[in-house]
């Protein structure tokens, strides 16, 4: 009896076992394919946003199923029909590189606020990340930015930390509550 009690409970350790590492797959599957991807678009040869389906991926890892990547949304839908999704190979062959939270993360690193000249930190998501300045002086954020722009943003937007992008936000939005100071002169030319 103990010993028909003892294999029970071996199998169903094993089979637990098995469902938390197949469940732990399809969890990573999930999150590693989640987020807003930059791809060029093979028929436009144009950046296009696409999403991967990271549900239906996680779900078919975790059921042992061979994982078939296919897009859940795609930024060119809107003009056009659902594609072959041709561009899922860019997406095989480097995920990670086409993440546009990456993409972004890696474009701050080294770079100055175009306002106080500090260098912009480390870029948190979620948290306070930093802005842009647009070629007319105006700061957005980047949920204001459609990711298929990112390239051209990239090429002509300068970075704004965060704390700079809440002052100019304010300054432009409520004017008449600012006062501007002049620059208290410079000590040190003083003493010279």
């Given at each position: 009896?103990?010993?028909?009690?003892?294999?029970?409970?071996?199998?169903?350790?094993?089979?637990?076992?098995?469902?938390?590492?197949?469940?732990?797959?399809?969890?990573?599957?999930?999150?590693?394919?989640?987020?807003?991807?930059?791809?060029?678009?093979?028929?436009?040869?144009?950046?296009?946003?696409?999403?991967?389906?990271?549900?239906?991926?996680?779900?078919?890892?975790?059921?042992?199923?061979?994982?078939?990547?296919?897009?859940?949304?795609?930024?060119?839908?809107?003009?056009?029909?659902?594609?072959?999704?041709?561009?899922?190979?860019?997406?095989?062959?480097?995920?990670?590189?086409?993440?546009?939270?990456?993409?972004?993360?890696?474009?701050?690193?080294?770079?100055?606020?175009?306002?106080?000249?500090?260098?912009?930190?480390?870029?948190?998501?979620?948290?306070?990340?930093?802005?842009?300045?647009?070629?007319?002086?105006?700061?957005?954020?980047?949920?204001?930015?459609?990711?298929e722009q990112l390239p051209d943003v990239l090429a002509t937007f300068r970075p704004v930390c965060w704390n700079c992008h809440v002052t100019e936000t304010f300054r432009r939005e409520h004017p008449e509550m600012v006062v501007e100071r002049p620059n208290?002169?410079?000590?040190?030319?003083?003493?010279?």
């Open positions: 009896m103990n010993l028909v009690l003892y294999a029970f409970f071996a199998v169903a350790a094993a089979g637990t076992i098995f469902l938390l590492v197949r469940s732990a797959v399809g969890l990573y599957s999930y999150f590693h394919f989640r987020g807003t991807r930059l791809v060029t678009c093979p028929e436009t040869k144009r950046p296009a946003a696409v999403e991967i389906d990271a549900a239906h991926l996680g779900l078919a890892s975790a059921l042992g199923m061979g994982p078939r990547m296919r897009l859940e949304d795609c930024s060119r839908w809107q003009v056009r029909e659902r594609c072959d999704e041709p561009c899922l190979s860019q997406l095989e062959n480097a995920p990670e590189e086409c993440l546009v939270r990456r993409i972004v993360t890696l474009w701050y690193e080294g770079k100055d606020c175009a306002f106080c000249h500090k260098a912009i930190p480390p870029v948190e998501w979620p948290g306070h990340q930093p802005a842009l300045m647009d070629p007319n002086g105006r700061t957005v954020q980047w949920h204001e930015i459609p990711a208290p002169p410079n000590s040190k030319q003083d003493a010279a």
